[in-house]
């Protein structure tokens, strides 16, 4: 096969198992897992996986807005906010559920959803009870907690880690983390979670629903609120999570975390031939696929060969010795 035909094979991540048309777009994509944003702004420092993603922020320092309001004049850096303002004006709302086909303007949609969803992310620091909207919030701390403050001082404290909470709520869901208790479980596939909103979300892989979307930059679909939102800081360049021992920034939690080992030194993935242990689940795929990696992996290798070499040159033994009794034949 030519060099040509070669660079043309789908190759795989060894992260998450996608597959992607080159290496090239692979090596894209893995900033996705490394946290790597090579591209970074000389003005601010700021970092990006992708180029076209620092051209758009650079517009903010140079004050560029190149798509203009023509109702109000009102200048805009990208096609994307200049659309979202136009419904101001015209009061139109081009974004629809996909549940139940009501329309609403980007914010109220995502607001919207969580009629659907059942997500509370707005939690009673009182009592710990859940709610979808703010203003359900306020409206609960006013008549079931009137008169009293919300706590400024964490009180409960977690007898594993000894991290604080507001909530025995709060405390409970946490302490699943160290317990490994999964109490929710999947009625289709069976697999359990910590968290029961970790269910609802997990049961869109079988119904196939994503019912939020990307309103404002491409428009891509996703089965929960946090997968959006991380996704979203793709076109953002937002990194809310630093490293307090080096100061690097990174746009996901779990990404921060896998950057954390380099510090700790923490390796939790063992190969289960030879004991060896790795910071990352990509080197030790690396290693366990490498012959030259693991020298139980490469004794296997060669066992399987040897096998291999040897019914070959069984199978071309028994064949001469074929060829030669019919040589012997055709004299006599």
């Known amino acids: 096969m030519s060099s ?12 998450c198992g996608r597959v992607f048309p080159s290496a090239a777009t692979l090596e894209l994509h893995q900033r996705v897992h490394t946290g790597e944003r090579p591209y970074t702004c000389p003005h601010c420092g700021k970092g990006f996986a992708q180029p076209n993603n620092l051209r758009v ?7 560029e ?9 009102k200048s805009f850096i990208s096609s994307s906010h200049l659309k979202r303002h ?8 081009p974004y629809s559920c996909s549940r139940c086909g009501q329309s609403f303007k980007a914010g109220n949609l995502r607001k919207h959803q969580r009629v659907h969803t059942g997500e509370k ?21 006013q008549k079931s907690h009137p008169g009293q403050k919300v706590p400024r001082k964490r009180v409960c404290i977690c007898r594993f ?15 699943r983390t160290h317990t490994g208790e999964r109490p929710y479980g999947c009625s289709i596939c069976g697999k359990k979670f910590s968290q029961f909103w970790n269910l609802k979300i997990h049961k869109n892989i079988h119904t196939g629903e994503r019912p939020y979307q990307c309103l404002l930059f491409c428009g891509k679909v996703f089965t929960g609120l946090s997968n959006l939102e991380a996704h979203e800081r793709v076109h953002t360049g937002e990194k809310p999570f630093r490293c307090d021992t080096c100061g690097k920034r990174f746009s996901e939690a779990g ?24 910071a990352w689940i990509c080197n030790l795929r690396t290693h366990q696929q490498s012959a030259t990696g693991c020298s139980y992996c490469l004794l296997e290798l060669i066992q399987i060969s040897f096998s291999y070499l040897s019914d070959r040159w069984k ?5 001469s010795i074929c060829l030669t009794n019919k040589k012997r034949k055709s004299v006599y």
Not at 57 to 63: D, E, R, S
Not at 125 to 141: D, P, S, V, Y
Request: with cysteine; hydrophobic share 30%; net charge positive.
């Open 255 to 278: 990404n921060l975390k896998k950057h954390q080992r380099v510090h700790t030194g923490e390796k939790p993935f063992s190969c289960d031939k030879c004991g060896k242990r790795f």
């Open 315 to 319: 199978r071309i033994n028994s064949f």
């Open 86 to 93: 136009r419904t101001v004006h015209t009061q139109e709302k």
């Open 121 to 141: 992310p707005y939690t009673c620091e009182m009592c710990g009870k859940g709610f979808a909207w703010i203003r359900n919030l306020k409206t609960h701390q």
């Open 4 to 15: 040509g035909a070669a660079a043309k094979e789908p190759v795989v991540c060894a992260v």
């Open 161 to 175: 880690c000894g991290k604080a909470f507001s909530s025995m709520a709060n405390l409970e869901s946490h302490h």
């Open 65 to 73: 807005r190149r798509y203009r309001c023509t109702l109000c004049g």
């Open 57 to 63: 922020h650079l517009l903010i320092h140079t004050g």
